[in-house]
């Protein structure tokens, strides 16, 4: 399931990360301005376990897998957190400023508000309070949800509101979300819900009129949809990877051993894999691009080979890109943290990624699915293939210019593109294909 709101989304987004918690002390100081000797090794950690002090820079260390754990753990709703203050990298600078893209884009939702009188195009930014929105919208992303607010699946690491039977989608949202859209500037639009196993499809259809509606108005903008796993439905993920699209998203969220503990039953780890599987293999046609992308936790008790094993089943399904967070928890009634991943560790998994051949891997403590989304690497991936394939496109038309003056004895230099490949490229996005249908034309409800 998806943590889409602001109870939920603690954990995909979190809570804003401000600690006021002190810093941590180094022994010897201690030591020292108590008038005692200055300690080290041993006697500096039993130190610091006297006072419940985590310090992840004394810990044992792996050189091979920068220390992380290699026994299981079973996380457990009510279990023990890890002990001592949440580390200081989670903390991050406030957005704001008035002269900023995000100053902007806050002007802009709050000003389409007050038009609609007081309906609200819901941010998952905002609704999470996401300690990286300023980060986000001044890069020129953000991250919208459709479908409601509530989800007819209950995952032990999301607070989303649960049903099994929520209030029927609003069928002007495709044509709203696309209205506000593109009059706010931004670059990258990622599109996510919660899970609607009440509906046919799994809202793959209300997603595809979405981003047809989008790319009819700015064909140049870049959409991702991070969905659900859609029950598994072939049919529904086609909808959606033929929509015109340029991301298909969805969360493996853990490893293969925890999924039973951490996802509702309805989601499983082989499932997530084949959707993922079939995105690709769908969108990947007539001419169009389909990049696959997905995001897993960490903190949750799995191993470095657990983790391994799981990043080796994605390349297997040729996923493209690959995101890890630090796994945080949004009530007490949720499944407890079992330790917070260090930096150093999240990097390991980042430079073991793009060993595997990904793509693109972000790892980090804060970073979510939708965290920073095209700057992280995706819209210059996509700009970068865009020119290659012009370009490829280019010199087979002069090869073949070529073979037609050998073969009719006469240079047809007139018949060639002269283009340079980047004017190839923007050419040829302008020229994408688009859903058979005019979304314009479609019918809005009454």
């Not at 300690?39 to 897998?65: F, N, S, T, Y």
């Not at 990258?188 to 919660?194: F, H």
């Not at 004017?423 to 479609?442: D, F, G, K, V």
Request: charged share 30%.
């Amino acid at each position: 399931m998806l943590a889409l709101c602001q109870q939920a989304l603690a954990l995909r987004c979190g809570p804003p990360m401000l600690s006021t918690a002190r810093p941590t002390p180094e022994p010897a100081a201690a030591a020292a301005a108590d008038g005692g000797a200055v300690m080290q090794g041993e006697a500096a950690k039993q130190w610091l376990a006297e006072r419940g002090i985590v310090r992840h820079d004394m810990a044992p260390q792996d050189h091979d897998r920068a220390g992380y754990r290699s026994e299981p753990v079973r996380p457990k709703v009510g279990g023990d957190m890890p002990d001592g203050p949440r580390p200081g990298w989670f903390h991050v600078p406030a957005p704001g400023g008035s002269e900023t893209r995000y100053a902007e884009l806050k002007e802009s939702l709050e000003a389409r508000r007050a038009d609609a009188g007081g309906t609200k195009l819901a941010t998952v930014c905002e609704e999470a309070q996401c300690p990286n929105i300023g980060e986000c919208w001044n890069g020129g992303t953000a991250t919208i949800m459709l479908l409601g607010d509530t989800c007819t699946r209950g995952c032990k690491f999301c607070a989303v509101k649960t049903d099994a039977a929520p209030e029927p989608p609003d069928e002007t949202e495709p044509w709203n979300t696309a209205d506000a859209v593109a009059n706010w500037g931004v670059d990258y639009i990622v599109l996510t819900s919660v899970d609607r196993d009440d509906l046919p499809d799994g809202g793959a259809a209300h997603f595809a009129q979405t981003v047809g509606l989008l790319k009819f108005r700015r064909p140049e903008l870049r959409v991702e949809c991070l969905v659900s796993d859609f029950a598994g439905d072939a049919a529904a993920v086609r909808t959606l990877a033929r929509s015109g699209l340029d991301v298909f998203a969805h969360n493996v969220e853990t490893v293969e051993r925890l999924q039973p503990m951490v996802r509702d039953r309805r989601a499983s780890y082989a499932q997530s894999l084949a959707v993922l599987r079939r995105a690709k293999e769908f969108g990947n046609c007539d001419g169009r691009r389909v990049y696959t992308k997905t995001s897993i936790m960490l903190g949750l008790g799995e191993t470095a080979e657990e983790v391994l094993r799981t990043m080796r089943d994605l390349r297997e399904a040729d996923v493209d890109v690959l995101t890890f967070g630090q796994y945080l928890r949004p009530t007490e009634r949720h499944l407890a943290v079992v330790e917070y991943v260090t930096p150093e560790q999240f990097d390991y998994f980042r430079r073991e990624g793009e060993a595997m051949g990904f793509r693109y891997v972000a790892s980090g403590p804060l970073v979510r699915s939708s965290y920073k989304a095209g700057e992280l690497f995706l819209a210059a991936m996509m700009d970068e293939d865009d020119e290659r394939d012009a370009e490829q496109q280019q010199q087979q038309q002069q090869r073949g210019g070529e073979v037609e003056e050998r073969a009719l004895g006469r240079r047809s230099s007139d018949n060639l593109d002269n283009r340079t490949p980047a004017a190839a490229a923007a050419e040829a996005r302008e020229q994408r294909p688009q859903p058979q249908w005019n979304p314009e034309l479609s019918v809005k409800a009454q």
